[in-house]
């Protein structure tokens, strides 16, 4: 079981993301967005849309910090662990908290506004869930090594090895020892890397390049002095 978990599932979660985004472009360009459902209800959206993907971004640099980054590289720098951790738990806690109430309203909003549920697919809704249970995890991991004398040092042991899974040579027996929460953010995590393309997560690859570009959209107010000249 730890070898298909830690040596055999994440390249399987892997291949879906790319492989699946592959083929969700050639096929359905069109759909590749997120629907927007702006239209249907404006006032929880516009809280928990920005709470969550300010957050989420933080925390995506957060991770990046902590485990692609080894430890000897923060050795080098002269940081300590115990600074380390402290800035890891004030802003992995406050990215986290807000990731996770920006998900909180969305899912809520999807679920229990009726005409943003009528248009909603089952996609939309394990996407919420996945993204919901996985920043939960980790923000119950973030706030529990909190609470302990000696945090543990996961930039020893699942930093070292998401960095093996990478380079296609994944050290299984770095992840034996990990506290039980962390295992199951990172699974959890994988399985959002693995649903990605099947659902509205898939948009976190559209890069709006041309927008800059774009000949700007025209408005006219009606009842414009122009419209009642022409009345």
Known sequence: MSIFLWSVYPYLCLTLLVVGSLWRYSSDQIGWTAKSSE?????????????????IIFVFLGHVAGLLVPLGAYRVLGVPAETYHRVALLMGGLSGLAALAGL???????????????HSSAGDVVALGLLLLTVALGLAMTLSQGLQRIPYEYRASVGPWIRSVLFLHPAVGLMQGVPLLLQLHVLAAFAVFAATPFTRLVHVFSVPL??????????????APADRRRA
């Open 210 to 223: 041309a927008y800059p570009r774009r000949a700007p959209l025209q408005y006219r107010r009606r009842g």
């Open 104 to 118: 909180l309203l969305l899912l809520y909003r999807r679920l229990t506004v009726v005409r943003v549920r009528r």
């Open 39 to 55: 239209i249907f209800e404006k006032r929880l959206l516009r809280i928990g849309s920005p709470l969550f993907h300010y957050g």
